[in-house]
């Protein structure tokens, strides 16, 4: 019987490998491939050479990390908050469901959208004019890039806080309090702890896309924002030097493994402890 059931699963785990291999692997592979082909589709490591030895290419990289960071802390400051509040709310259910709402409206509605509100004639600028600020060039500025990217990363934050938080045995916490611990206490030291893994979880969630931002920086940041996504852009699209792009593309997913593997180590540890 048990020889049967693994031979009727096959067939599924043979799609699911497929998949993996014809829309994971290979676009890696050919990504990696492209990367050792100068524009004249010579081989080459001048690609590489030029990445490493280029204080343009380094500044893009910090960069990168710089406002992945920054949308990342701002986005964790906001979301935990918020987890922590909805897990005491009535029709939890429903609230998730308004947070989970945005992420199905198209990302470039979205930006038209913050572009309308950060503009000039914007509700912003008409609420500052109001209130006898005047106006202000709130578009095309890094805040209206690291607040946009925050906002549209704030769902992808939320969602594995709030499953954490909710998992928690509430007797523990009614033990912390019966022990002598306030409030505050109680959420820094017993809370907090227990829902690390959703905070990594968030973590990854966010720094890992906010690395690759390359349509937001945009159309929000007007080109004045430039991160390893846009100059990935820029050379598939406009200097058609793929050889170069898929080098950037491919430090790019080196990033992002190293991220991986360090949230995902530490989470191993707290297990292990």
Do not use: C
């Amino acid at each position: 019987m048990t020889t049967l059931t693994k031979t009727n699963r096959l067939p599924y785990f043979s799609l699911y490998f497929l998949w993996i291999g014809l829309f994971v692997i290979a676009p890696v592979a050919l990504i990696v491939y492209q990367s050792f082909f100068g524009i004249d589709h010579s081989l080459t490591l001048s690609n590489y050479r030029t990445y490493l030895s280029s204080s343009v290419y380094l500044r893009m990289t910090f960069n990168s990390f710089w406002f992945a960071f920054l949308i990342t802390v701002l986005t964790l400051a906001i979301s935990y908050p918020t987890a922590y509040f909805l897990t005491k709310l009535e029709h939890r259910q429903l609230w998730i469901l308004l947070i989970i709402l945005p992420t199905w409206i198209n990302l470039l509605l979205k930006a038209y959208a913050f572009i309308g509100i950060f503009s000039q004639s914007g509700s912003v600028n008409n609420f500052l004019t109001f209130i006898g600020v005047g106006p202000q060039q709130l578009l095309f500025t890094n805040t209206s890039f690291i607040l946009v990217a925050a906002y549209i990363q704030i769902p992808f934050m939320i969602l594995p806080i709030y499953n954490s938080l909710v998992d928690i045995d509430p007797a523990i916490i009614n033990a912390s309090h019966d022990l002598g611990a306030n409030n505050f206490q109680t959420l820094w030291r017993v809370i907090f702890p227990m829902s690390i893994n959703g905070v990594r979880s968030g973590v990854q969630a966010v720094f890992i896309p906010s690395l690759s931002l390359f349509m937001i920086t945009r159309l929000i940041g007007g080109n004045k924002v430039i991160t390893l996504g846009t100059a990935i852009e820029e050379h598939f699209m406009t200097t058609m030097n793929w050889g170069m792009g898929s080098t950037i593309g491919v430090v790019l997913i080196i990033i992002m493994f190293i991220t991986m593997a360090l949230t995902a180590g530490g989470r191993k540890g707290k297990a292990k402890s």
